[in-house]
């Protein structure tokens, strides 16, 4: 069963930086990608960051590029999203997932159940 569980969320600053970890259990970790998502209030989900953990292709949003980096330690299982330069419009629960491809086009299709999500609040 894939089960990832999303971390490092809170309350920062416009201007702040945080660091979500994804701990990711149940799967290949190697044979997959891992992608970012967040879902603000009223609004759809929407695929933030990825990277492929075959080739290391990562794809960024154009609302996240050079603010967002994401990295990933396989040998812990373990996905981090590395945000700074936050604005208000970055508040949203951020979700990790397990997606079948990354390119740098874009996040391919989730697969398994999606984790809790942790909150990211940027105040202004």
């Known amino acids: 069963e894939v089960q990832l569980v999303e971390s490092g969320g809170g309350l920062v600053q416009a201007g702040g930086s945080l660091r979500l970890s994804c701990a990711a259990s149940g799967f290949t970790f190697d044979d997959y990608a891992i992608g970012w998502f967040r879902q603000a209030p009223g609004k759809e989900r929407e695929g933030v960051s990825c990277i492929g953990h075959g080739d290391g292709t990562t794809y960024y949003a154009d609302s996240v590029k050079t603010r967002f980096t994401i990295s990933s330690d396989n040998a812990k299982k373990t996905e981090y999203l590395q945000m700074n330069s936050l604005k208000p419009e970055d508040t949203a629960v951020y979700y990790c997932?397990?997606?079948?491809?990354?390119?740098?086009?874009?996040?391919?299709?989730?697969?398994?159940?999606w984790g809790q999500g942790t909150q990211v609040t940027v105040s202004s």
């Open positions: 997932a397990a997606v079948l491809s990354c390119t740098p086009q874009g996040v391919g299709a989730t697969f398994g159940s």
